[in-house]
C-alpha cells in the first residue's frame, strides 16, 4: 500500500534531517563564523552580548555568502515562525530569535527545533493538508498546510545543503 501524504512528508523530512545530522555532528566552532567570501552574511555580537544577524529588507546584489551561524540563525528564524503557524501561536518576530553563540549551543537548538517539528507532524492527518495556512506566503495566498509541509521540507534541504558545502569548503581549506 503507499505512503499516505503526511506519511509521505514525513519521510521526506526524515531523509533531509538524516543528511543535516551528519553535519551537525561534524560542525565546530570555527566553522560558524568562517567568512567564505569578502562580501558576507553573518551573525555579530551586539551591545547586550546577543548574537544578531545580518539584514536587509531588499536583497543585495550581488547576495552576500553567509556563514554556516548564519544559516543555522535563518533555519531557527523561520522554523520557527512556521511551528508557530501551525500550533495556532502567534508567530514571532525576526527580531525575536537570536544565534545562540557556539556550535554546541546551535546543534542542541537545531535537534529542538526537530523535535518540535516532529510533534507538529506526528499532530497531523491527511484532511489536515488542505487546510488554508499563510506562512511563508502571507495573507491571500491560495496555500495550504500541505504546501508549507512541502515548503519546509525543501526550505531545510537547501539549508543543509549550504551548511554542507560550507563546512566541506572551510574543511578543505
Not at 13 to 22: I, K, V
Not at 35 to 62: F, H, I, K, Q, Y
Not at 71 to 83: D, K, L, P, Y
Request: with cysteine.
Amino acid at each position: 500500500m503507499p505512503p499516505t501524504r503526511t506519511e509521505l512528508l514525513r519521510r521526506q523530512f526524515h531523509l533531509t534531517w538524516a543528511l543535516f545530522e551528519y553535519h551537525l555532528d561534524r560542525l565546530h566552532d570555527e566553522d560558524m563564523l568562517w567568512e567564505p567570501a569578502r562580501l558576507c552574511r553573518t551573525v555579530r555580537r551586539s551591545d547586550d552580548g546577543t548574537w544578531l544577524p545580518d539584514w536587509a529588507d531588499t536583497e543585495p546584489d550581488p547576495v552576500p555568502v553567509p556563514t554556516v551561524a548564519w544559516v543555522t540563525w535563518h533555519i531557527g528564524w523561520w522554523w520557527s515562525v512556521a511551528t508557530d503557524h501551525l500550533r495556532g501561536r502567534p508567530p514571532r518576530d525576526r527580531t525575536d530569535v537570536v544565534w545562540p553563540g557556539d556550535a554546541a549551543s546551535t546543534v542542541a537548538w537545531m535537534r529542538a527545533l526537530h523535535d518540535g517539528w516532529t510533534a507538529v507532524l506526528d499532530g497531523l492527518a491527511d484532511d489536515d493538508l488542505a487546510a488554508g495556512a499563510t506562512f511563508p506566503w502571507g495573507e491571500g495566498a491560495d496555500m495550504t498546510v500541505g504546501d508549507t509541509l512541502a515548503w519546509v521540507n525543501t526550505e531545510l534541504t537547501k539549508n543543509v545543503a549550504e551548511i554542507g558545502q560550507l563546512r566541506l569548503i572551510r574543511a578543505a581549506r
